[in-house]
């Protein structure tokens, strides 16, 4: 059995405590959080809920730390620190910053013969690996990743850790007109021309709201790259219409084979997700195990979904795959 702790217990971490359960190679050892363990309501009773301090201290039976915080302050803090310690995985989606992320964590992981798998999820994560999937096999031609509609985890929480924020929203919706022209093999769109922005937002007493408002839309790498449109709301509202968790996505690339290039040839992959963080929590689950597999096989330092042979996800063995599979 694989012994898995999770670190964080907000929506991706109530999806990993639901992903371990599923997975028959799996055990949980219990959830690390950094609130008053009374506070914890774990989806299954019999889970443990420990201090996030006991970490520190040191636990011998865990195989692998599953990171459930949020890209913009924890994870680049918690991914590192862990990793001096532990076998990791996390779901770090800042993809500008994803190379000086990657360099932290894997001088970390390699000074201390563990292993860690970063940026791990559906985008980044299994998105990353059909666009190099759709490169590699259409060399002429080109192609986009779309996300949405639905509400996106990472930024909805960057807008939550700005001042004057008590809740927040954020939907992803991509540009139609954009979409289908990737399809007939147009390239070159800039960020503002894929997707728009919906921000819903419940302000804290006494916040400005016009200052709330310019704090998300020059946020560098979440906002200030598209036309972001800022909503204030009620609590109440947003507990009643903005508490599903839905997503989607896809990635399009459109080529041409042949000794003329004279045949075209359209890629695509689509994900629809009723729960954005259920899915995510899944995928961590499937890497959780090829970390533990990279780290028995002396494989230490830092990995991305790249360097993850495919199989390795898998709880069925190579000969298995081949016979099922292939």
Not at 88 to 93: A, H, I, N
Not at 169 to 188: E, L
Not at 244 to 252: C, Q, S
Request: proline residues 6%.
């Amino acid at each position: 059995m694989i012994r898995i702790g999770i670190v964080g217990y907000g929506n991706v971490g109530r999806g990993v405590e639901a992903a371990i359960a599923q997975n028959e190679d799996m055990s949980l050892v219990g959830i690390f959080t950094r609130r008053d363990v009374g506070t914890v309501h774990p989806v299954f009773s019999d889970t443990p809920v420990y201090p996030i301090s006991d970490l520190e201290e040191g636990k011998a039976d865990i195989d692998v730390l599953l990171l459930c915080g949020g890209s913009a302050t924890d994870l680049p803090v918690q991914t590192p620190s862990f990793a001096r310690k532990y076998s990791v995985v996390d779901t770090f989606d800042t993809h500008a910053r994803i190379p000086e992320h990657f360099a932290a964590v894997d001088k970390a992981a390699t000074t201390a013969s563990t292993t860690a798998i970063i940026s791990t999820g559906w985008d980044p994560g299994l998105f990353s690996l059909m666009r190099l999937l759709e490169q590699a096999s259409l060399p002429v031609g080109s192609g986009d990743a779309f996300w949405g509609p639905g509400v996106s985890q990472g930024h909805s929480d960057a807008v939550r850790r700005l001042p004057g924020v008590a809740d927040a929203r954020q939907y992803t919706i991509p540009v139609q007109k954009t979409v289908n022209a990737v399809r007939q093999g147009q390239g070159g769109f800039t960020a503002r021309e894929k997707h728009t922005r919906e921000v819903y937002v419940v302000l804290k007493e006494g916040a400005d709201p016009q200052k709330v408002a310019q704090d998300i839309i020059t946020m560098p790498h979440y906002f200030d790259e598209y036309d972001t449109t800022v909503h204030f709301i009620t609590a109440e509202e947003m507990a009643a219409e903005h508490t599903a968790m839905p997503h989607a996505g896809f990635v399009i690339r459109s080529g041409r084979v042949g000794a003329e290039q004279e045949h075209k040839s359209l890629m695509e992959f689509r994900l629809e997700l009723e729960s954005n963080p259920e899915f995510t929590a899944s995928v961590m689950a499937a890497f959780a195990r090829a970390c533990y597999r990279l780290h028995q096989s002396g494989c230490f330092g830092c990995f991305t979904p790249f360097d993850v042979p495919l199989g390795l996800l898998s709880p069925l063995s190579a000969e298995e795959l081949r016979r099922t599979l292939l």
